[in-house]
């Protein structure tokens, strides 16, 4: 009971940028593509990504060979996860449309972002009965930290 | 028969007065002297521009003012160039802008000059720009409209011209330097030519020096790179020696104990007002943060343990779960394992997992420790509601203070090769406005930096001396290779092993994302066939040559001249 408090409370500490962030998981629960996906933009827009994906989730969650790095990161006002239109068995596409502003960094360093409106696919596989991400895949993937939560640091 | 010749001699009529009436259009154009105008040629099949049109590598164009389209966004102006498709005039994608010079409409004007750098021939479409009026080199997509066009005969005689110009440039920039940034740099000499200004030469014996002092360079920057490595591995066996003995059962109280060490951190870094660098502040709190979930997530995984040892210790011996000898002393169930895992040593997570543990220990245990730790800072902070507080920061190596006097230089390039380090100390993207600024004496724009950032940027600029790439001037064996461009967010940065001038190639180290350890690679400048006659060097490519004394920026311990 103590433990449920103490999570909730961090839980609503962690969502004081107003965009709830979903905690981190070690293991991959996820029953729908789109679950995986709303997780995934959620703790990349906290900027967890750019920060560093830990193992658990890269292995559990993607079928990518190693973590994505990159010393920048693309700055959007929000994003809208597209419901899934088709699916079949074992694959599934999510795309995530990105209303861009900018391409920063840590420092605050700004450069004008090249597109207003960035287009992520997400290919999902299941493997072992979970959703994965396939592609794109960790060279190719870019972080996009949530505008909100860059002020709120 | 007399009408079908009537009908005829019109026809070629109107042929002949369509064709000198678009040639007198063009030739309205009021195109500079030694410019033509032309229409660019292009297939009409498919109404793209082909590679066998007019427009070659390295051709310049001047752009006509109706082809440029000028836009504000974010309040800076950006250029665009006006596409020309399929006969109708429509905008340029948004990836073709030019970029911006100040906080207002762009100062292209339309007898600016640009040129290509280069052609990707599978969509016909032209890459890369340079714009003689920018003090940066700008790329993009985009289709050519009817412009004017340097005549080949004079564009060459301006590539010799713009390449003396950028030679007695650097050089006055150089001049321009304090007395304490006129280090001894191997490519001049002390000699002034009737013009003032000081002329590059070597001969063969600096030559050589030079060549042993950039390898001394390069061994040191692996040297230093080595060094960190190794206090991550020593740091991390500190922190989890004192848990090796803990048995399972104590753990939790540990736990405990760490997570309220972070929440202490956690808040101490977001009231931060003064005391820490806005990019460290942003990192580690996002690191703490994580580091509180990883210790919630094992509390709870720690809390199912025992409760089900518990049930089993009523008809089973209760069974005590040691630490393995090595990795994360946490590790003791599989739920543990799978929460800290083993991370390899440069990246985040291990840091994360790192904080975890030393948070974890009593107050007493913590200083002894913060005695043996190498990779630790103390600093005062100041909160927003004025208080003081001091805090003992774990971090991953080359954590560089903001004034970087008596930083070492080896340490300051050899942090230029993993992400990570990248992240907190100087992007990819600082690196090329390192080069410009060096080069042009202004920093590019974009990107915009915060004032005393882009003060930061140019005093570090100073220890280093740029090279052109372009302008045939060849990387050497410890330079930083940074390959960047601007509209994307990463970037690359490698030590140059050695330079192949022949086939544009550089034997390069680099960070190794997966291993986190370096790698050797071949990189190719160019991305032309090796037959091809005239190879141009890729857009982007920016050359920075650590200077080989000490300076202002940095200084050199230990091996290096």
């Not at chain 2, 229409?39 to 752009?63: E, F, K, P, Y």
């Not at chain 2, 008596?406 to 600082?430: H, I, N, Q, Y």
């Amino acid at each position: 009971m103590r433990l449920n408090i103490c999570i909730l409370l961090v839980t609503s500490c962690v969502a004081f940028a107003g965009e709830k962030i979903p905690i981190l998981v070690t293991t991959n629960h996820f029953k729908t593509p789109q679950e995986l996906i709303e997780y995934y933009c959620a703790r990349d827009g906290a900027g967890f990504y750019w920060t560093g994906m830990t193992e658990a989730e890269r292995k559990n969650l993607t079928t990518w060979k190693e973590i994505p790095s990159h010393d920048s990161f693309l700055i959007t006002k929000q994003y809208k996860i597209v419901p899934q239109k088709t699916a079949f068995l074992d694959e599934a596409q999510i795309e995530v449309i990105y209303d861009l502003t900018d391409i920063g960094d840590a420092h605050g360093t700004r450069s004008p972002a090249a597109e207003k409106e960035y287009r992520v696919t997400f290919y999902l596989k299941k493997h072992y009965g979970r959703w994965k991400i396939q592609k794109p895949n960790a060279s190719q993937i870019v972080p996009v930290l949530l505008e909100s939560h860059l002020k709120n640091r | 028969m007399r009408l079908f010749n009537s009908y005829y001699l019109l026809t070629i009529i109107l042929l002949i007065s369509g064709w000198f009436f678009v040639e007198f259009n063009l030739m309205s154009q009021n195109c500079p002297s030694g410019y033509n105008a032309r229409t660019l040629t292009h297939s009409i099949a498919s109404n793209l521009l082909t590679n066998t049109s007019d427009i070659q590598r390295g051709t310049r164009v001047c752009v006509d003012q109706k082809n440029i389209d000028h836009k504000k966004q974010n309040g800076l102006g950006q250029t665009f160039l006006r596409g020309w498709y399929d006969g109708k005039t429509v905008p340029m994608p948004e990836n073709a802008f030019l970029g911006e010079t100040k906080n207002e409409l762009s100062a292209l004007q339309p007898e600016s000059e640009i040129s290509i750098t280069n052609m990707l021939p599978k969509d016909n479409r032209f890459f890369g720009l340079k714009s003689s009026t920018f003090p940066k080199v700008s790329a993009g997509e985009f289709h050519l409209p009817n412009s004017c066009v340097l005549n080949q005969r004079d564009q060459h005689e301006q590539e010799e011209t713009e390449q003396a110009e950028n030679s007695l440039e650097e050089n006055f920039m150089d001049q321009k330097n304090t007395n304490e940034d006129r280090i001894f740099d191997p490519e001049t000499n002390p000699q002034t030519d009737p013009n003032g200004l000081m002329r590059a030469t070597a001969d063969d014996s600096e030559k050589a020096a030079r060549n042993i002092a950039q390898q001394d360079l390069f061994q040191s920057i692996l040297a230093a790179r080595k060094a960190v490595y190794e206090a991550i591995e020593e740091d991390d066996q500190n922190v989890s020696e004192p848990y090796r003995q803990i048995p399972f059962s104590a753990l939790g109280k540990f736990l405990e104990q760490s997570k309220a060490g972070l929440n202490d951190l956690a808040q101490s870094l977001d009231q931060t007002k003064e005391g820490i660098e806005s990019s460290e502040k942003f990192r580690f709190a996002s690191l703490t943060q994580l580091a509180q979930e990883k210790t919630l997530l094992s509390l709870g995984a720690f809390q199912k343990e025992i409760n089900q040892q518990s049930y089993l210790g009523a008809t089973m011996a209760f069974k005590e779960l040691f630490s393995p000898p090595s990795g994360n002393p946490l590790s003791r169930t599989p739920e543990l394992s799978e929460i800290f895992n083993n991370p390899s040593l440069l990246k985040s997570e291990n840091l994360v997992n790192r904080l975890i543990l030393f948070h974890g220990l009593p107050k007493q245990e913590q200083d002894l420790l913060l005695k043996k730790l190498k990779l630790v800072e103390f600093l005062d902070l100041v909160l927003e509601n004025g208080t003081k507080k001091k805090i003992s920061l774990l971090h991953n190596g080359y954590f560089l203070g903001g004034g970087l006097t008596g930083t070492d230089c080896s340490l300051l390039a050899s942090s230029a090769l993993p992400v990570e380090m990248r992240k907190g100390k100087f992007t990819s993207l600082d690196f090329r406005a390192m080069w410009i600024y060096r080069r042009k004496g202004v920093l590019p724009m974009p990107p915009r930096y915060k004032k005393d950032r882009a003060e930061l940027i140019k005093k570090v600029s100073k220890a280093f001396v740029p090279i052109n790439v372009y302008a045939g001037e060849k990387p050497m064996v410890g330079d930083l290779l940074v390959y960047r461009l601007p509209w994307e967010t990463s970037g690359h940065v490698f030590v140059v092993k050695s330079y192949d001038p022949k086939f544009l190639t550089a034997e390069v180290i680099e960070a190794s994302q997966s291993a986190g350890t370096i790698r050797e690679r071949v990189f190719a400048l160019s991305t032309d066939p090796i037959e091809e006659k005239n190879r141009i060097i890729r857009a982007g490519l920016f050359n920075l040559r650590l200077k080989p004394k000490s300076n202002q920026v940095c200084q050199y311990h230990g091996g290096t001249i």
